[in-house]
Protein backbone atom coordinates (compact mmCIF):
# COMPACT_ATOMS: atom_id res chain seq x y z
CA UNK A 1 0.00 0.00 0.00
CA UNK A 2 1.41 3.67 -0.74
CA UNK A 3 1.98 6.07 1.55
CA UNK A 4 -0.73 8.10 0.30
CA UNK A 5 -3.08 4.94 -0.15
CA UNK A 6 -1.93 4.33 3.80
CA UNK A 7 -3.05 8.09 4.81
CA UNK A 8 -6.28 8.07 3.26
CA UNK A 9 -7.36 4.55 5.07
CA UNK A 10 -6.41 6.59 8.39
CA UNK A 11 -8.50 9.35 7.36
CA UNK A 12 -11.71 7.29 6.76
CA UNK A 13 -10.53 4.99 10.03
CA UNK A 14 -11.15 8.16 11.94
CA UNK A 15 -14.06 9.65 10.32
CA UNK A 16 -16.06 5.74 10.54
CA UNK A 17 -14.84 6.24 14.39
CA UNK A 18 -16.17 9.93 14.47
CA UNK A 19 -19.13 10.32 17.23
CA UNK A 20 -20.45 13.26 15.22
CA UNK A 21 -20.14 11.27 11.87
CA UNK A 22 -21.85 8.28 13.07
CA UNK A 23 -24.64 11.13 14.71
CA UNK A 24 -24.96 12.17 11.05
CA UNK A 25 -25.67 9.12 9.62
CA UNK A 26 -28.45 8.59 11.94
CA UNK A 27 -30.26 11.84 11.26
CA UNK A 28 -30.07 11.04 7.62
CA UNK A 29 -31.47 7.52 8.03
CA UNK A 30 -34.41 9.35 10.08
CA UNK A 31 -34.95 11.61 7.72
CA UNK A 32 -34.90 8.82 4.86
CA UNK A 33 -37.77 6.86 6.78
CA UNK A 34 -39.68 10.78 7.56
CA UNK A 35 -39.71 10.89 3.59
CA UNK A 36 -41.33 7.35 3.21
CA UNK A 37 -43.97 8.53 5.45
CA UNK A 38 -44.81 11.85 3.74
CA UNK A 39 -45.14 10.34 0.29
CA UNK A 40 -47.85 8.60 1.88
CA UNK A 41 -49.76 12.06 2.35
CA UNK A 42 -51.64 13.93 -0.46
CA UNK A 43 -48.83 16.55 -1.01
CA UNK A 44 -48.21 19.21 -3.63
CA UNK A 45 -46.55 18.57 -6.94
CA UNK A 46 -43.50 20.37 -6.21
CA UNK A 47 -43.05 18.81 -2.75
CA UNK A 48 -42.94 15.70 -4.55
CA UNK A 49 -40.11 16.66 -6.66
CA UNK A 50 -37.98 18.10 -3.74
CA UNK A 51 -38.06 14.61 -1.74
CA UNK A 52 -37.70 13.10 -4.81
CA UNK A 53 -34.10 14.99 -5.75
CA UNK A 54 -33.58 15.09 -1.39
CA UNK A 55 -34.04 10.61 -2.08
CA UNK A 56 -31.38 11.03 -4.47
CA UNK A 57 -29.11 13.06 -2.39
CA UNK A 58 -29.41 10.45 0.62
CA UNK A 59 -28.51 7.55 -1.80
CA UNK A 60 -25.84 9.10 -3.15
CA UNK A 61 -24.40 9.85 0.78
CA UNK A 62 -25.30 6.30 1.97
CA UNK A 63 -23.17 5.16 -1.43
CA UNK A 64 -20.08 7.62 0.04
CA UNK A 65 -20.89 6.55 3.42
CA UNK A 66 -20.70 2.43 2.61
CA UNK A 67 -18.01 3.12 0.24
CA UNK A 68 -16.09 4.98 3.40
CA UNK A 69 -16.21 1.95 5.61
CA UNK A 70 -15.27 0.01 3.18
CA UNK A 71 -11.89 1.51 2.38
CA UNK A 72 -11.42 1.81 6.31
CA UNK A 73 -11.10 -1.63 6.65
CA UNK A 74 -8.03 -3.79 6.44
CA UNK A 75 -9.59 -5.43 3.17
CA UNK A 76 -13.03 -6.44 1.50
CA UNK A 77 -12.66 -10.32 3.26
CA UNK A 78 -13.23 -8.38 6.14
CA UNK A 79 -15.50 -6.14 5.68
CA UNK A 80 -17.54 -8.52 4.44
CA UNK A 81 -16.98 -11.30 6.90
CA UNK A 82 -19.54 -9.25 9.55
CA UNK A 83 -23.06 -10.09 9.32
CA UNK A 84 -24.10 -6.45 9.43
CA UNK A 85 -21.94 -4.78 6.90
CA UNK A 86 -23.62 -7.17 4.46
CA UNK A 87 -26.89 -6.00 5.27
CA UNK A 88 -25.82 -2.72 4.93
CA UNK A 89 -24.24 -2.98 1.70
CA UNK A 90 -27.28 -4.59 0.36
CA UNK A 91 -29.75 -2.25 1.61
CA UNK A 92 -27.11 0.85 -0.26
CA UNK A 93 -26.90 -1.16 -2.95
CA UNK A 94 -30.71 -2.27 -4.13
CA UNK A 95 -31.47 1.36 -3.29
CA UNK A 96 -29.59 2.24 -6.53
CA UNK A 97 -32.48 0.74 -8.56
CA UNK A 98 -34.18 3.65 -9.79
CA UNK A 99 -37.85 4.87 -8.90
CA UNK A 100 -39.50 5.75 -12.01
CA UNK A 101 -42.51 4.35 -14.12
CA UNK A 102 -40.31 1.31 -14.98
CA UNK A 103 -41.33 -2.12 -13.61
CA UNK A 104 -38.10 -2.01 -10.84
CA UNK A 105 -40.13 0.89 -9.61
CA UNK A 106 -42.20 -0.76 -6.87
CA UNK A 107 -39.19 -2.69 -6.13
CA UNK A 108 -37.19 0.18 -5.57
CA UNK A 109 -39.73 1.86 -3.06
CA UNK A 110 -40.43 -1.26 -1.27
CA UNK A 111 -36.49 -1.94 -1.03
CA UNK A 112 -35.85 1.83 0.50
CA UNK A 113 -38.45 1.22 3.18
CA UNK A 114 -35.83 -1.01 4.85
CA UNK A 115 -32.99 1.13 5.00
CA UNK A 116 -34.70 2.55 8.10
CA UNK A 117 -33.37 -0.84 9.53
CA UNK A 118 -30.02 0.41 9.25
CA UNK A 119 -30.62 2.07 12.63
CA UNK A 120 -29.88 -1.30 13.88
CA UNK A 121 -26.51 -1.70 12.53
CA UNK A 122 -25.39 1.85 12.74
CA UNK A 123 -26.93 1.70 16.96
CA UNK A 124 -25.13 -0.83 19.24
CA UNK A 125 -27.63 -1.61 21.68
CA UNK A 126 -30.56 -1.81 18.92
CA UNK A 127 -27.75 -4.53 17.42
CA UNK A 128 -28.06 -6.02 20.62
CA UNK A 129 -31.61 -6.13 20.97
CA UNK A 130 -31.83 -8.05 17.97
CA UNK A 131 -29.09 -10.19 17.83
CA UNK A 132 -30.81 -11.44 21.32
CA UNK A 133 -34.13 -11.66 19.62
CA UNK A 134 -32.63 -13.63 16.51
CA UNK A 135 -30.96 -15.78 19.22
CA UNK A 136 -34.25 -16.54 21.14
CA UNK A 137 -35.68 -17.63 18.02
CA UNK A 138 -35.07 -21.02 18.02
CA UNK A 139 -35.42 -21.75 21.83
CA UNK A 140 -39.09 -20.24 21.44
CA UNK A 141 -40.14 -22.50 18.65
CA UNK A 142 -40.00 -25.43 20.79
CA UNK A 143 -42.22 -23.14 23.40
CA UNK A 144 -44.73 -22.17 20.50
CA UNK A 145 -45.02 -25.95 19.05
CA UNK A 146 -46.27 -27.12 22.99
CA UNK A 147 -48.36 -24.15 23.18
CA UNK A 148 -50.20 -25.42 19.77
CA UNK A 149 -50.76 -28.79 21.07
CA UNK A 150 -52.69 -26.95 24.01
CA UNK A 151 -54.26 -24.70 21.21
CA UNK A 152 -55.07 -27.61 19.53
CA UNK A 153 -56.34 -29.87 22.28
CA UNK A 154 -58.45 -26.95 23.82
CA UNK A 155 -59.82 -26.20 20.15
CA UNK A 156 -60.97 -29.84 19.52
CA UNK A 157 -62.81 -30.21 22.96
CA UNK A 158 -63.88 -26.43 22.48
CA UNK A 159 -65.46 -28.03 18.94
CA UNK A 160 -67.53 -30.52 20.17
CA UNK A 161 -68.86 -29.18 23.20
CA UNK A 162 -69.62 -25.46 22.06
CA UNK A 163 -70.46 -26.09 18.17
CA UNK A 164 -73.86 -26.59 18.27
CA UNK A 165 -74.21 -22.73 20.28
CA UNK A 166 -71.96 -20.74 18.00
CA UNK A 167 -70.95 -21.49 15.04
CA UNK A 168 -69.10 -19.09 14.25
CA UNK A 169 -67.07 -19.40 17.16
CA UNK A 170 -66.77 -23.20 17.47
CA UNK A 171 -67.71 -24.54 14.28
CA UNK A 172 -64.84 -26.32 13.65
CA UNK A 173 -61.17 -26.76 14.76
CA UNK A 174 -59.68 -24.08 12.88
CA UNK A 175 -62.26 -21.71 14.18
CA UNK A 176 -62.01 -22.61 17.39
CA UNK A 177 -58.52 -22.33 17.56
CA UNK A 178 -58.57 -18.24 16.02
CA UNK A 179 -61.19 -18.52 18.75
CA UNK A 180 -58.76 -19.50 21.71
CA UNK A 181 -56.29 -16.95 20.43
CA UNK A 182 -58.93 -13.86 20.99
CA UNK A 183 -59.21 -15.54 24.28
CA UNK A 184 -55.60 -15.89 25.01
CA UNK A 185 -55.33 -11.97 24.06
CA UNK A 186 -58.35 -10.86 26.23
CA UNK A 187 -60.54 -9.66 23.67
CA UNK A 188 -63.70 -9.48 25.30
CA UNK A 189 -63.42 -12.92 26.12
CA UNK A 190 -66.13 -13.14 28.93
CA UNK A 191 -68.57 -12.40 26.26
CA UNK A 192 -67.72 -15.94 24.94
CA UNK A 193 -67.36 -17.84 28.25
CA UNK A 194 -70.63 -16.20 29.00
CA UNK A 195 -72.56 -17.66 26.10
CA UNK A 196 -71.12 -21.02 26.74
CA UNK A 197 -72.46 -20.75 29.93
CA UNK A 198 -76.24 -21.08 29.37
CA UNK A 199 -75.50 -23.79 27.95
CA UNK A 200 -72.73 -25.47 30.23
CA UNK A 201 -72.97 -24.06 33.46
CA UNK A 202 -69.34 -25.26 34.17
CA UNK A 203 -67.78 -23.96 31.18
CA UNK A 204 -66.07 -21.17 32.86
CA UNK A 205 -63.36 -24.28 33.98
CA UNK A 206 -62.19 -24.54 30.36
CA UNK A 207 -61.65 -20.75 29.84
CA UNK A 208 -59.99 -20.28 33.24
CA UNK A 209 -57.64 -23.26 33.00
CA UNK A 210 -56.69 -22.17 28.97
CA UNK A 211 -55.86 -18.72 30.17
CA UNK A 212 -53.62 -19.73 32.86
CA UNK A 213 -51.42 -22.42 31.01
CA UNK A 214 -51.63 -20.09 27.55
CA UNK A 215 -51.66 -16.62 29.08
CA UNK A 216 -49.31 -16.98 32.41
CA UNK A 217 -47.50 -19.73 31.89
CA UNK A 218 -46.35 -20.09 28.33
CA UNK A 219 -46.01 -15.68 28.26
CA UNK A 220 -43.94 -15.92 31.45
CA UNK A 221 -41.62 -18.88 29.50
CA UNK A 222 -41.41 -16.86 26.31
CA UNK A 223 -40.31 -13.49 28.79
CA UNK A 224 -38.10 -15.54 30.67
CA UNK A 225 -36.08 -17.15 27.25
CA UNK A 226 -35.83 -13.37 25.81
CA UNK A 227 -34.54 -11.97 29.03
CA UNK A 228 -31.65 -14.57 29.42
CA UNK A 229 -30.39 -14.29 25.90
CA UNK A 230 -30.81 -10.40 25.99
CA UNK A 231 -28.41 -10.65 29.38
CA UNK A 232 -26.25 -13.31 27.33
CA UNK A 233 -26.01 -10.84 24.30
CA UNK A 234 -25.85 -7.51 26.94
CA UNK A 235 -22.48 -9.72 28.40
CA UNK A 236 -21.29 -10.61 24.82
CA UNK A 237 -21.23 -6.58 23.78
CA UNK A 238 -19.71 -5.74 27.37
CA UNK A 239 -16.78 -8.42 26.24
CA UNK A 240 -16.01 -7.04 23.20
CA UNK A 241 -16.11 -3.24 24.31
CA UNK A 242 -14.25 -4.15 27.24
CA UNK A 243 -16.96 -1.82 28.95
CA UNK A 244 -18.37 -2.71 32.39
CA UNK A 245 -17.64 -5.66 34.44
CA UNK A 246 -18.18 -8.42 31.82
CA UNK A 247 -15.67 -6.86 29.83
CA UNK A 248 -13.23 -5.84 32.82
CA UNK A 249 -13.77 -9.57 33.35
CA UNK A 250 -12.82 -10.38 29.72
CA UNK A 251 -9.28 -8.03 30.07
CA UNK A 252 -8.33 -9.62 33.16
CA UNK A 253 -8.61 -13.36 31.46
CA UNK A 254 -6.50 -12.07 28.30
CA UNK A 255 -3.68 -10.74 30.49
CA UNK A 256 -3.91 -13.20 32.34
CA UNK A 257 -3.64 -15.46 29.49
CA UNK A 258 -1.19 -13.43 27.96
CA UNK A 259 1.53 -13.94 31.46
CA UNK A 260 0.57 -17.45 31.11
CA UNK A 261 2.27 -17.65 27.70
CA UNK A 262 4.86 -15.50 28.82
CA UNK A 263 5.85 -17.96 31.56
CA UNK A 264 5.77 -20.84 29.54
CA UNK A 265 8.54 -19.23 26.90
CA UNK A 266 10.35 -18.70 29.80
CA UNK A 267 10.16 -22.04 31.29
CA UNK A 268 10.99 -23.26 27.94
CA UNK A 269 14.52 -20.61 27.59
CA UNK A 270 15.23 -22.20 31.01
CA UNK A 271 15.27 -25.19 30.14
CA UNK A 272 17.65 -24.72 26.65
CA UNK A 273 20.14 -22.91 28.76
CA UNK A 274 20.20 -25.68 31.76
CA UNK A 275 20.43 -28.25 28.70
CA UNK A 276 23.42 -26.50 27.39
CA UNK A 277 25.21 -25.97 30.73
CA UNK A 278 24.86 -29.84 31.34
Known amino acids: MTPKAAQLQ ?21 ISALMIGAKTYPIPQSAVQALRILDVGITLFFLAEIIIRMIAEQNLKRFFSKGWNIFDFLIVTASLIPVDD ?115 VFLNMMIGIVLETLQREHEQFSRDSGEGEAGEVHRIDTRTAEMEQRLARMERMLERLSERRQ
Open 102 to 216: SEAALLGRLLRIFRVLRLISIIPELRVLMNAFVTAIPRMGYVSLLMFIIFYIYAAIGSMFFSEINRELWGNITIAMLTLFRIATFEDWTDVMYETMTVHPLSWSYYLTFIFIVAF
Open 10 to 30: TRFIQLRENKYFETFVILVIV
